[in-house]
């Protein structure tokens, strides 16, 4: 089967189309000429084996380990219950609210797979509710619970309750049967635990941070479970890898992307838009909110300047937010970029019925189409604001599948990767999540010490004295 | 019962705490001086009837009507379906996150109540996934279709295909059996058509915008449906409305909330994140996001200057995001003001489990409550954020309920009335949303003209022209 690969649509950020708020020709030339050195600079890193998320489309070995082990669980298995979050959760979450049916966990008639659960927050209220639920179906449920470290206290403590209710129930056999790990292949708190109690296992692959790990067991277990063709996900991802590696900085669209993006943010334009229209999609727009900001949020050059830079990346839902948020788009401050995802064909027709007789104002929706509603609804919103001059580019899907997906996935990381580099920035660490880990593990009473001259229970008083509620402040 | 009051704490944003990116005191001085005429203005304005919101606590018969409608429903009704979209669906969706369990819809053994759906998009993969799975449940369904003119595009689309669905099914009869209107109480659109198919109705009421109309028969019915305490929800906007009536600038939470809001805006922190500590306040969060945006941004001044403001709403949710979102915040640049909203009782206790014999490192989490690991989490990561000078605010809920909810959505429904005063410009319209509108109904072929000289049909062509695709900007 031939397939149709997603586009980049860049018009509508040029001055043809906005006038002085958009990019010239010249302009545009210059951000290739800019861009050439950083292409080459990231194909050679990825050469030197650098950026090990590159080859993420090719591991048949990991495919063949996650398809047996989904398999191993078709009998059984319910309820799949991923444990973890940012990097180990947001990627799983947007798999399945783009591949797989609005109703899924609900309609179990149509449902020939697990329901999935991803908690990827420490809530008592949200967490006890699906305790009560899921209590009397642990039999027929699974967990998997996804840390590199393991020291991660929010998946820890998560897995520190389900590990209590299993062997309350089951004894050590149980979490052999109900817990997977995916974890770090060698090292850490989770590969000893899961090497202790004998758990079934996959791995974190090395060199790949979190936010860029959906195309590798950890974001692909819970998608094969739950009847996703990873393997289309993959294809389309290496299928975008050709396109993204390409020198001509006219032919790759990660390249384009990225400058485009770097352009509008020196020019005050510091807000990234994400806006499918589409309900499939809206989780990827909240996966692609961690990558970009944690990517190039960063207070450093790499040569360890001062620079304090990012855009901050938003999510939006079209046509819904058309009545939330495209009034202070259109009239706020012009500081913001737009990328669009639209889908260009839905599959299933829903054919709009026939306005009653009293309200012929209705007639001319009769018989439509909504597909076609909601890309018109697009076509409109983004006529709005470029009537207003403000920049607008389109991913386009031919279709939602997880072929296409997986190109969108593949196209957005490189895209950060070659962003980074016109920022001048590591794009792959995060350095600035560090000190509210240790906050809380001091707050929480961890033993040891943070710093050689502080202590986690010194560290923990100057905290509360900071942040000691003070009445006279309070309303 | 006594009940407790939530607070708004705002030391974290005071030149004391973070310095020279922080309040001084002779700044806030200033702003109190500033905000005096302007509560006195807001008073007036609701003295004179010009902000109907205000009064939406005291609608006894409305709530009777609510409760009477609700009560019909109990024996047959199973499904609950509300058609709506902005005003029309956020604020019942973030009435029922806040205060029903997360497994509502799916644990059927504990739910007493209706399942809730609210669709406020025109997606037809997810809507068919819905039709899907409501078709053989069309007679213990009810759909409440909410619109004010009943002529928006998406909210007339979804009733037309409900319309047919229940008339195919049940015959007019049906109708009248399956469908609430939530509309204006003498004309418009679906009122006509309410009238004509005699379907039980309820009154949007008038002088209040949707953003500001949640807690109106807008917002209350699919809440009172699934057995949220609506009286209570009154009770406390009714008990924050003497707070935030206050003339006294430094006893009222709005005031205070607006200008700290209004001077952050003023010196270039531009973003405003709303980060809650709890999954059930996250469409909070999002209606928030409506009544922040379509209120605060705009172009004109209320004579009729350029001015292109407004603060740009982001949600984000703890702890989820600081493994997503808090690198950016705090080594991005220094542009947002952060609220957060914190949770003190979270009622049931749920204890973390032993950690296993060879990960000591986990041990300090045992027998701790996830509660304490949550509210630990937002300490920690608002200390990571203040040490970098972010201005920090906090409203504390004593625990979440309808009391406390109700109190939170008039707090910020009266800070965003003097927020837009303090900016001077016109909270209650939405100017820029209409042309998208009329451009959406160009391009689906309704008839008749758009302006004077300009009929919808060459409106039409004027759109496809600019946004027609060229494949020369396509990648």
């Excluded at 850490?188 to 692959?205: H, Q, S, Y």
Aim: glycine share 8%; aromatic share 10%; with cysteine.
């Amino acid at each position: 089967m031939k397939q149709e690969n997603i586009g980049l649509y860049y018009k509508n950020v040029t001055e043809e189309i906005i006038g002085d708020e958009g990019i010239s020709q010249k302009q545009f030339e210059g951000l290739a000429e800019l861009s050439k050195p950083v292409i080459r600079q990231i194909n050679q890193q990825r050469q030197a084996g650098e950026t090990a998320y590159r080859d993420l489309p090719y591991k048949k070995e990991t495919i063949k380990e996650i398809k047996e082990l989904a398999g191993s669980l078709k009998k059984t298995c319910e309820n799949f219950v991923v444990l973890g979050i940012g990097g180990s959760a947001l990627g799983n979450i947007a798999l399945q609210t783009a591949l797989n049916p609005y109703m899924y966990n609900l309609n179990d008639s149509h449902r020939q797979t697990p329901r999935l659960f991803v908690f990827d927050n420490v809530d008592p209220m949200q967490f006890a509710s699906f305790l009560g639920w899921v209590g009397s179906r642990l039999d027929k449920t699974v967990f998997n619970v996804i840390s590199k470290s393991g020291q991660t206290a929010e998946t820890a403590s998560q897995f520190l309750i389900i590990r209590k209710m299993l062997l309350d129930k089951f004894g050590p056999d149980g979490l052999r049967k109900h817990i997977i790990a995916t974890t770090d292949a060698k090292a850490g708190t989770l590969r000893k635990i899961a090497d202790g109690e004998k758990l079934p296992t996959l791995a974190v692959p090395d060199g790949v941070g979190g936010r860029f790990s959906v195309l590798s067991a950890v974001g692909l277990l819970s998608a094969a479970v739950c009847g996703i063709d990873i393997e289309q996900l993959l294809a389309g991802a290496a299928d975008m890898d050709k396109k993204v590696s390409d020198d001509d900085f006219y032919k790759n669209p990660a390249a384009i992307n990225a400058a485009i993006n770097f352009h509008f943010y020196n020019r005050g334009k510091r807000l990234s838009v994400m806006m499918p229209y589409s309900y499939a999609l809206k989780d990827l727009a909240d996966w692609y909110r961690q990558l970009w900001a944690e990517s190039l949020g960063k207070a450093k050059t790499i040569a360890g300047n001062d620079v304090h830079i990012g855009p901050t990346p938003i999510k939006a839902i079209g046509a819904t937010d058309q009545h939330s948020q495209v009034q202070l788009y259109r009239e706020g401050p012009n500081d913001k970029l737009f990328t669009f995802l639209q889908v260009e064909n839905f599959g299933d027709a829903l054919k709009i019925g026939q306005s009653p007789d009293n309200a012929p104002e209705l007639q001319y929706l009769a018989q439509k189409d909504m597909a076609e509603l909601l890309n018109c609804e697009k076509m409109a919103t983004e006529y709005a604001l470029l009537k207003d001059k403000r920049p607008c580019l389109t991913v386009i899907f031919p279709e939602i599948s997880a072929y296409t997906v997986g190109q969108f996935i593949y196209l957005y990381e490189v895209t950060t990767s070659i962003a980074g580099a016109l920022f001048n920035i590591n794009a792959y660490d995060q350095p600035a999540v560090e000190l509210g880990k240790h906050a809380t593990f001091a707050l929480m009473g961890k033993e040891g010490n943070f710093t050689n001259s502080l202590s986690y229970g010194q560290f923990a008083g100057q905290i509360r004295e900071l942040t000691e509620l003070d009445k006279h402040y309070l309303v």
